[in-house]
């Protein structure tokens, strides 16, 4: 039986821009099944980014509701919610957003540390999950010292190290080259095999979004499933 992970059901979200009201969800549903790999694409200015955020509860609909495993996130305070992502998610944007002073180790352990793991219960899962990204022989190399995909993968190794259910990708490989992109591509792939992981993707690639298995399309406000 096909388990539910999450739903947005009926979600609405505008903005004020420019002294213009700008709706960019007006209505959105979606529901993703656990182990799935998703791809989200429309135009530019869409509100793919928006969306992926109130996925994430990093933004909150004006109305609607997201539901994690039957739990109403819109109904949870800020801590439950800090909790919530902590516990469940985890995030990769276009930018890796590293800590230039700290090596790929250490970027690894934070959010070990956040939750406040013991040092080497931390240090184990952020070596296991470099060493699954393929960094294991870089762990000890700041991020100044790394190219651009070697970045992305500690970023992705980081966003994996408290093994989340649910994985929000933002424009992974937008700033890679066409090589070191399909690389990740790949990675991806192979970590929602191994790991069972669920995984949703905004992207511009074309080509990545249509060797997803499912692939929806914001456009005017509504998901659709893109229909070959």
């Given at each position: 039986?096909?388990?539910k992970?999450l739903?947005?059901?009926?979600?609405h979200?505008?903005?004020h821009?420019?002294?213009?009201?700008?709706r960019?969800?007006?209505?959105?549903?979606?529901?993703?099944?656990?182990?799935?790999?998703?791809?989200?694409?429309?135009?530019s200015g869409?509100?793919?980014?928006?969306?992926?955020?109130?996925?994430g509860?990093?933004?909150?609909?004006?109305?609607?509701?997201?539901?994690?495993?039957?739990?109403?996130?819109?109904?949870?305070?800020e801590?439950?919610?800090?909790?919530?992502r902590s516990?469940?998610?985890?995030?990769v944007?276009?930018?890796?957003?590293?800590l230039p002073?700290?090596?790929?180790l250490?970027?690894?352990?934070m959010?070990?540390?956040?939750?406040?793991?013991?040092?080497?219960?931390a240090?184990?899962?952020a070596?296991?999950?470099l060493?699954?990204?393929?960094?294991g022989?870089?762990?000890?190399?700041?991020?100044?010292?790394?190219?651009?995909?070697?970045?992305?993968?500690?970023?992705l190794?980081?966003?994996?190290?408290?093994?989340?259910?649910?994985?929000?990708?933002?424009?992974?490989?937008?700033?890679?080259?066409?090589?070191?992109?399909?690389?990740?591509?790949?990675?991806?792939?192979?970590?929602?095999?191994?790991?069972?992981?669920?995984?949703?993707?905004?992207?511009?690639n074309n080509a990545?979004?249509?060797?997803?298995?499912r692939r929806?399309?914001?456009?005017d406000?509504?998901?659709?499933?893109?229909?070959?």
């Amino acid at each position: 039986m096909t388990a539910k992970l999450l739903e947005l059901v009926d979600a609405h979200k505008s903005f004020h821009r420019s002294g213009q009201h700008v709706r960019v969800l007006t209505g959105a549903n979606i529901t993703i099944n656990r182990g799935d790999m998703v791809s989200i694409v429309g135009a530019s200015g869409a509100g793919k980014s928006t969306l992926l955020h109130i996925m994430g509860t990093l933004d909150v609909p004006d109305r609607g509701d997201v539901l994690f495993m039957g739990q109403n996130l819109c109904r949870l305070g800020e801590a439950d919610l800090a909790e919530f992502r902590s516990r469940s998610l985890g995030f990769v944007f276009q930018f890796h957003h590293l800590l230039p002073d700290f090596d790929a180790l250490e970027n690894v352990m934070m959010p070990a540390w956040i939750r406040r793991l013991p040092t080497d219960e931390a240090r184990r899962r952020a070596q296991a999950v470099l060493q699954e990204v393929g960094l294991g022989h870089r762990m000890q190399h700041r991020p100044s010292e790394l190219s651009g995909g070697e970045q992305q993968r500690v970023a992705l190794a980081r966003a994996l190290v408290m093994d989340p259910e649910l994985l929000l990708a933002d424009e992974v490989t937008g700033n890679l080259d066409a090589k070191t992109a399909e690389g990740i591509h790949q990675l991806l792939f192979t970590l929602n095999e191994r790991r069972k992981i669920t995984l949703v993707v905004v992207t511009h690639n074309n080509a990545f979004a249509a060797s997803m298995p499912r692939r929806l399309v914001l456009a005017d406000g509504l998901l659709k499933d893109h229909q070959s």
